[in-house]
């Protein structure tokens, strides 16, 4: 899972940086979400490419359950 820190914000910020701080932590947080909805529909066509012989492999690696929950790609490849 793809996670958002956001940066420091320094108490005496103007009130233009802060709207940038808010503007970039927004565009930050999307990209973060559509990264997370790519990664999952990546694994997804991975998951249906495979033929049968390599989807068993697949299914019968030891950490394939948990892989499988989280839908983690970078886990699957």
């Not at 914000?9 to 973060?32: C, F, G, V, Y």
């Not at 030891?62 to 790609?73: G, L, M, V």
Request: aromatic letters at 6%.
């Amino acid at each position: 899972m793809v996670t958002f820190t956001p940066p420091n914000l320094d108490e005496n910020a103007s009130p233009t940086q802060k709207e940038m701080w808010k503007i970039h932590a927004n565009n930050t947080i999307k990209r973060e979400e559509l990264l997370e909805v790519n990664l999952e529909a990546i694994y997804e066509v991975l998951m249906s490419i495979c033929d049968p012989v390599m989807n068993d492999q697949v299914c019968n690696h030891e950490n394939y359950e948990e892989i499988d929950n989280k839908q983690d790609t970078f886990g699957l490849l």
